[in-house]
C-alpha cells in the first residue's frame, strides 16, 4: 500500500471532525472519500499533507510517517494535493501556473530560474514542455498564454490538476475536482484520472459528484460527522442502507 491511515481522530473544541478514520490506498488505486458536508473529509485531506496535526492516529507514506512533516515536505515526499477553493495565480499565465508547480522537482528552483541563474535555463525548457505537455493531457494547451484568472471557473479546475501533477506526485489528493464542471468537461475529467491510474497514480478523491466517483473510485469510504459508517466497492456502496440513509435519505438511492 502506497498510504496508510490508521485511528485518525482531529478534535475541536470537544468536537469530533474526524473520529478513528482507517483507509488504505493501493498503489495506482482511486480511493474516494463521500458523505456529507460536515463529514470530515477535507480535514482528512489536511491530515494527510501536514496542515493540521491529528489528536491521535497515524498516516504513512510509502513507509514513510508523514505526522510532524511540513506540508512542503510532504509535498516533495510524492504527495500532491488540489483544494475546494482554487490557490492559482490569479496574474500568472496557465502555462507559468504549471510551471510553478514544476520547479518543486527542479534543481535550480523558480526564483533562481527567474533570475535566470547559471545552469537554469536547459532546466527550464524542459520544465516548459513537460508543462506544456501536462496541459495538453487536459485539454488546456490552447490556453496557455492566457493568465489563469480569464480561465472559466471549470477549466481553472483543470488548471489546478495539471499544476500538482507537475511536481510529479505518486499519490494525488483531489478535493472535489469536478465541481464547476459541466457534463462534457466531467467526463474529460473522468478520463483523464483514469489514464493516470494507467500510470500508476494513486488517488484519493473528494467529490459530491456520485456519477464522476461511480465512474472512476476501485474503492470508496463513506463518512458521516467524521465517523467511517460504510466501504467498499462502488456497487457495494451504492447497495448500502447505511450510506443511502446518511447520503441521501431513506428512501433515496445513490446514483
Given at each position: 500500500m502506497?498510504?496508510?491511515a490508521t485511528?485518525?481522530?482531529k478534535?475541536?473544541?470537544?468536537?469530533?471532525a474526524v473520529?478513528?478514520?482507517?483507509f488504505?490506498?493501493?498503489?495506482?488505486?482511486?480511493?474516494?472519500?463521500?458523505?456529507p458536508?460536515g463529514?470530515?473529509k477535507t480535514?482528512v485531506?489536511?491530515?494527510?499533507?501536514g496542515l493540521?496535526?491529528?489528536d491521535k492516529g497515524?498516516?504513512v507514506f510509502?513507509?514513510?510517517?508523514?505526522i510532524?512533516?511540513?506540508?512542503?515536505?510532504?509535498?516533495?515526499?510524492?504527495?500532491?494535493?488540489?483544494?475546494?477553493?482554487l490557490?492559482?495565480?490569479?496574474r500568472m499565465?496557465?502555462l507559468?501556473n504549471?510551471m510553478a508547480?514544476?520547479?518543486?522537482?527542479?534543481?535550480?528552483?523558480?526564483?533562481q530560474?527567474l533570475a535566470?541563474w547559471p545552469?537554469?535555463i536547459s532546466?527550464?525548457?524542459?520544465?516548459r514542455?513537460?508543462s506544456?505537455?501536462?496541459?495538453?493531457?487536459?485539454?488546456?494547451d490552447?490556453?496557455a498564454?492566457?493568465p489563469?484568472?480569464?480561465?472559466p471557473f471549470?477549466?481553472?479546475?483543470l488548471l489546478?490538476i495539471?499544476?500538482?501533477?507537475a511536481s510529479?506526485?505518486?499519490?494525488?489528493?483531489?478535493?472535489?475536482p469536478?465541481?464547476?464542471?459541466?457534463?462534457a468537461?466531467?467526463?474529460?475529467?473522468a478520463?483523464y484520472?483514469?489514464?493516470?491510474r494507467?500510470q500508476?497514480?494513486?488517488?484519493?478523491?473528494?467529490e459530491?459528484?456520485?456519477?464522476?466517483?461511480?465512474d472512476?473510485a476501485?474503492?470508496?469510504l463513506?463518512?458521516?460527522?467524521?465517523?467511517?459508517?460504510?466501504?467498499?466497492t462502488p456497487?457495494?456502496?451504492?447497495?448500502?442502507p447505511?450510506?443511502?440513509?446518511?447520503?441521501l435519505?431513506?428512501?433515496?438511492?445513490?446514483a
Open positions: 502506497i498510504l496508510e485511528g485518525l481522530s478534535y475541536f473544541g470537544g468536537v469530533a473520529s478513528d478514520v482507517s488504505s490506498v493501493g498503489e495506482g488505486e482511486i480511493f474516494a472519500l463521500i458523505g458536508n463529514a470530515g480535514t485531506f489536511n491530515l494527510i499533507t493540521m496535526s491529528p497515524s498516516v510509502k513507509g514513510r510517517s508523514l510532524g512533516m511540513q506540508p512542503h515536505r510532504i509535498a516533495a515526499a510524492g504527495v500532491a494535493r488540489t483544494f475546494q477553493n490557490q492559482l495565480f490569479g499565465t496557465v507559468e504549471v508547480g514544476a520547479y518543486l522537482r527542479g534543481k535550480s528552483g523558480f526564483l530560474s535566470r545552469g537554469s532546466e527550464e525548457k524542459r520544465i514542455q513537460e506544456l505537455d501536462l496541459l495538453s493531457d487536459v485539454g488546456l490552447s490556453e498564454d492566457l489563469a484568472a480569464a480561465l471549470g477549466r481553472q479546475r489546478e495539471a499544476r500538482s501533477m510529479g506526485p505518486r499519490l494525488m489528493l483531489l478535493d472535489e469536478a465541481a464547476g464542471l459541466n457534463t468537461e466531467a467526463k474529460e475529467l478520463g484520472l483514469k489514464r493516470l494507467e500508476g497514480i494513486s488517488m484519493v478523491l473528494v459530491h459528484d456520485m456519477e464522476t466517483v461511480m472512476v476501485d474503492r470508496i463513506v463518512l458521516n460527522f467524521g465517523i467511517q459508517i460504510a466501504g467498499g456497487h457495494e456502496i451504492q447497495a448500502s447505511e450510506v443511502i440513509k446518511a447520503y435519505g431513506e428512501d433515496e438511492q445513490v
